[in-house]
């Protein structure tokens, strides 16, 4: 098991990642990590830069943290996520572009590229809108990621999950090349849909392929 401070750090290293990839600006999005009985998650309102691995914020289960931190306000559904599924052990919350603006028109992600597999799926669904923070916004998203790796946020970004920080920051950043090739592709005409024998195929394939296939 990775201790924690190494998880801390993981978290400080792979939020600095996240302007140069396109992902996030500023204070937006939040990471986390699972953290033996609860999960390690970025503070709230804190620019990327400055967020230390002492700053990171642990919270348990049942949604309580030490007196005089504050982790990010989004923590609810990254608890929630953890709680109801065992093969996740990292979570990324992130509003890029394309990503946001298909969920701003609360679009779903279909099959029409073969790496729609990194969701998981036959699609990248998009949960139903929510004030965040919020438990109704927990639940909307769990339900969404049924099944799933990734999946959009009405009017708000996207969510990409993995069994390792890295895994889950690779995920994003395809979850994000997705948006940005089918919402082009809607420019040109309309994508055709891989058949379900088709998708099935490639996720069979993508269970060993690279960043995709599980870690010990």
Request: charged share 15%; net charge negative; with cysteine.
């Amino acid at each position: 098991m990775t201790d924690e401070l190494t998880l801390r750090k993981d978290i400080v290293a792979q939020g600095a990642k996240l302007a140069a990839s396109g992902l996030s600006q500023g204070t937006s999005g939040n990471l986390s990590i699972r953290c033996g009985p609860g999960f390690l998650i970025t503070p709230c309102g804190t620019p990327y830069e400055a967020i230390t691995p002492e700053s990171v914020v642990l919270v348990d289960l049942d949604g309580h943290w030490d007196p005089g931190l504050r982790p990010s306000s989004e923590w609810r559904f990254h608890r929630d996520i953890y709680a109801a599924r065992a093969d996740i052990q990292a979570v990324v919350h992130v509003h890029p572009p394309y990503s946001t603006a298909l969920a701003m028109c609360r679009m779903a992600i279909p099959a029409a590229h073969y790496m729609i597999a990194v969701g998981g799926g036959d699609s990248i669904r998009c949960a139903d809108y929510h004030t965040y923070g919020t438990q109704a916004l927990s639940d909307a998203v769990v339900q969404a990621l049924e099944g799933r790796l990734a999946c959009l946020m009405a009017n708000h970004g996207m969510i990409a999950t993995g069994t390792s920080m890295a895994q889950a920051m690779w995920r994003a950043v395809e979850v994000e090349t997705l948006a940005r090739q089918y919402a082009l592709a809607l420019q040109v005409g309309t994508p055709v849909r891989l058949t379900e024998d088709e998708v099935t195929q490639v996720l069979e394939k993508f269970a060993s392929y690279g960043l995709m296939a599980p870690r010990p």
